[in-house]
């Protein structure tokens, strides 16, 4: 079955405890990003890939890595998470090629409390 | 710089009803328009998109959406509401050939039985 996973799905951590939401997609696509999804602001876009180690930051980087060490992982790194953190993530994943097949698949979301 | 505007926070339909949620856009280059749905504790689910040609596009559900490149506009529309379309719509731009997506803030439809 086509997918994206990501783990945790749930988390709560404290300030500055570094922490790594993984995120995997099984359908050999070039573009991977990472949202956070806060109320009345809709998705916002934190860093997204073009391919295996080619990455750029989105609209909101500041306080966030990632890494693509291999096309089907790209791991969202919180080295220092503070509360504004706080915030519901996904990870997406499509295809370079454009036209029919151009749509985002959607990972399940991980639900971060810092405290 | 691309822009998503969804004007309302909410929509509030009865069962039976046809629908709109709405949707406007900015975009320098060819726009690629996208409508997703997300169900309570759920993930985002593609509805349907608009990439080029017949400005009418048909997707999942019973969902559609017209392309207005004169309104710059990509409603989302069904014609008989369901109790089980409540739930909270997002319209995606993405220009052409480019990396990021823009996801407007979302509108909450509630269907009354």
């Known amino acids: 079955e086509a997918q994206v996973t990501q783990n945790p799905r749930y988390l709560i951590t404290v300030t500055g405890k570094k922490l790594t939401v993984t995120c995997s997609q099984n359908m050999n696509h070039e573009y991977m990003s990472w949202y956070r999804q806060d109320p009345g602001l809709g998705l916002r876009q934190i860093y997204y890939?073009?391919?295996?180690?080619?990455?750029d930051k989105g609209d909101v980087p500041e306080g966030y890595k990632v890494s693509r060490k291999e096309k089907r992982n790209f791991p969202l790194i919180l080295e220092s998470p503070s509360p504004n953190q706080t915030s519901l993530y996904f990870c997406?994943?499509?295809?370079?090629?454009?036209?029919?097949?151009?749509?985002?698949?959607f990972g399940p979301g991980t639900r971060l409390t810092v405290l | 710089a691309q822009s998503v505007a969804q004007p309302e926070d909410q929509v509030n339909v009865a069962e039976g009803n046809p629908l709109t949620v709405k949707c406007t856009y900015s975009v320098s280059g060819n726009p690629y328009l996208f409508w997703y749905v997300q169900y309570p504790n759920r993930g985002l689910q593609f509805l349907l998109k608009y990439i080029t040609g017949d400005n009418l596009v048909k997707g999942s559900y019973g969902f559609e959406a017209e392309f207005n490149k004169s309104q710059t506009s990509f409603h989302l529309k069904k014609p008989s509401a369901l109790v089980s379309d409540s739930a909270l719509y997002f319209c995606?731009?993405?220009?052409?050939?480019?990396?990021?997506?823009?996801f407007g803030a979302g509108t909450r439809l509630f269907v009354k039985a």
């Open positions: 997406a994943s499509r295809t370079a090629k454009t036209g029919a097949g151009d749509t985002q698949y």
């Open positions: 995606a731009v993405r220009e052409g050939g480019g990396f990021k997506t823009i």
């Open positions: 890939s073009m391919n295996v180690e080619v990455t």
